[in-house]
């Protein structure tokens, strides 16, 4: 994995961490290249089961490298929203199924808080800030359009409106947050929620995830009918069959991802 972000793998847990600490880990044209090629390793990894995402340094991620961005404005090089955009997504980076954490320590602005919400679970230090914050400079956040479907809509409207970071408890209040940690134990506690992940059936967490994402924008009767589709080719898998065997022989299951 190239210098911009650091990628790493311990039994069947991946960390991915944003690597630009004297930028705060700012976006660029590198970065988003190397965090959706280190998405789709993990993605395309059948041992990997669960990442965590976090920052190297005192930021998670301080959002768009404006600088970069001032550079191409000066250049002449328009910049264009949909062209960052990806299929299915407002995001920047490609989608997975498989469950994402997000470790958020320090500042977590703009793009930051779009990498912590692509994420399912998301835990930060009692120090971190999170934010929206492209207001502030004639931007736009796309990753806000959807964010109403996790928290409530006047909270979203003040963090876009006034672009002034909250802290961690007031993030976790809303509901964007998980856990609040002390700094010093955020990857510990991240560790300790994707082994617990790890631990259970790899295909049952996948399906699940796809489910309850592409449940949000379904009626009631499609997504029964979606679940219960899946939810036999689910039953047709090893893993479906090891799940029961394993608790009848009073044993820990061999997962197998298929």
Not at 91 to 99: D, F, L
Not at 105 to 120: H, K, R, T, V
Not at 178 to 207: F, G, S, W
Request: with cysteine.
């Amino acid at each position: 994995m190239a210098e911009t972000i650091l990628y790493e793998k311990r039994d069947n847990i991946a960390t991915i961490t944003l690597n630009r600490p004297d930028s705060l880990n700012s976006i660029n044209r590198q970065l988003r290249r190397e965090l959706g090629e280190a998405i789709e390793e993990f993605d395309g990894d059948s041992d990997a089961y669960v990442a965590i995402i976090t920052g190297a340094g005192r930021a998670f991620c301080a959002g768009r490298d404006l600088k970069e961005r001032a550079t191409d404005n000066a250049e002449g090089i328009q910049a264009r929203a949909s062209a960052s955009m990806t299929p299915e997504s407002p995001y920047m980076w490609p989608r997975t199924w498989k469950p994402l954490i997000a470790a958020v320590n320090g500042y977590a602005l703009a793009g930051g808080w779009s990498i912590a919400q692509m994420c399912d679970l998301r835990l930060a230090s009692e120090d971190a800030k999170l934010g929206i914050t492209e207001t502030k400079w004639s931007l736009m956040p796309p990753f806000g359009t959807i964010l109403p479907k996790q928290v409530p809509l006047s909270a979203v409207l003040e963090l876009v409106f006034t672009a002034e970071p909250i802290t961690a408890q007031r993030a976790y209040d809303i509901g964007f947050l998980n856990k609040v940690t002390p700094p010093d134990q955020l990857m510990d506690e991240a560790m300790t929620m994707a082994r617990h992940i790890a631990a259970n059936a790899p295909l049952a967490v996948q399906y699940f995830k796809e489910l309850a994402y592409r449940g949000l924008n379904m009626s009631t009767q499609d997504i029964s009918s979606l679940t219960y589709h899946m939810y036999d080719q689910l039953l047709t898998t090893e893993d479906s069959k090891e799940g029961p065997r394993a608790f009848a022989e009073k044993r820990k299951p061999n997962w197998q991802g298929r």
